[in-house]
T-cell receptor, first 110, second 115 residues
């Protein structure tokens, strides 16, 4: 069936470095994508979103890139901080429902 | 953004029993969603709860196992029935934003352990 998946289950970066988290999706009907951050013991928290008619969107320290040709989504975090340590999920909106990817655990070393 | 409260935040239950999880939102929303997150895994949609109609269940989830109520626009419950250890998961409630869009806000989740 249709699915959203992540390339890397874990990512360890040095504080201050940039982080890149990748996501592959397979549903061509997806028109909206969201990145979530989930800290231990908490629900997912919205980070940034992008619509399918865009290929890049920037927020505060975060950038999402969308490549519809290869059905690939990435989240870039600039100057990664210890507070960025969490599990990151991509999700795609398919006919009003969110389908979540596997998740990547980001660990930031001081 | 919506503020979502879930109760209980965690519970340990005996197999064969049932647990009802409550989800309260601080504003009226049309769509409420229930997700399951098994240990170390991603989120899977269980069902969509609409006020005034029966919930819509995703493939692999049935009403007898996960009955849902939606009595008004700010509240919903999910019951996990006849529990087994395989039901040990985090159960999350989410809502769309007040413009009816697509960004979903989540509660903190209910961590269920079945022994």
């Amino acid at each position: 069936g249709e699915s959203v998946g992540l390339h890397l289950p874990t990512l360890s970066v040095q504080e201050g470095d940039n982080s890149i988290i990748n996501c592959a999706y397979s549903n061509s009907a997806s028109d909206y994508f969201i990145w979530y951050k989930q800290e231990s013991g908490k629900g997912p928290q919205f980070i940034i979103d992008i619509r399918s008619n865009m290929d890049k969107r920037q927020g505060q320290r975060v950038t999402v890139l969308l490549n519809k040709t290869v059905k690939h989504l990435s989240l870039q975090i600039a100057a990664t901080q210890p507070g960025d340590s969490a599990v990151y999920f991509c999700a795609e909106n398919v006919y009003g429902k969110l389908i979540f990817g596997q998740g990547t655990e980001l660990s930031v070393k001081p | 953004s919506a503020v979502i409260s879930q109760k209980p935040s965690r519970d340990i239950c005996q197999r064969g029993t049932s647990l009802t999880i409550q989800c309260q939102v601080d504003s009226q929303v049309t769509m409420m969603f229930w997700y399951r997150q098994q240990p170390g895994q991603s989120l899977t949609l269980i069902a969509t709860a609409n006020q005034g109609s029966e919930a819509t269940y995703e493939s692999g989830f049935v009403i007898d196992k996960f009955p849902i109520s939606r009595p008004n626009l700010t509240f919903s419950t999910l019951t996990v029935s006849n529990m087994s250890p395989e039901d040990s998961s985090i159960y999350l409630c989410s809502v769309e934003d007040e413009q009816g869009w697509t960004e979903a806000f989540f509660g903190q989740g209910t961590r269920l352990t079945v022994v």
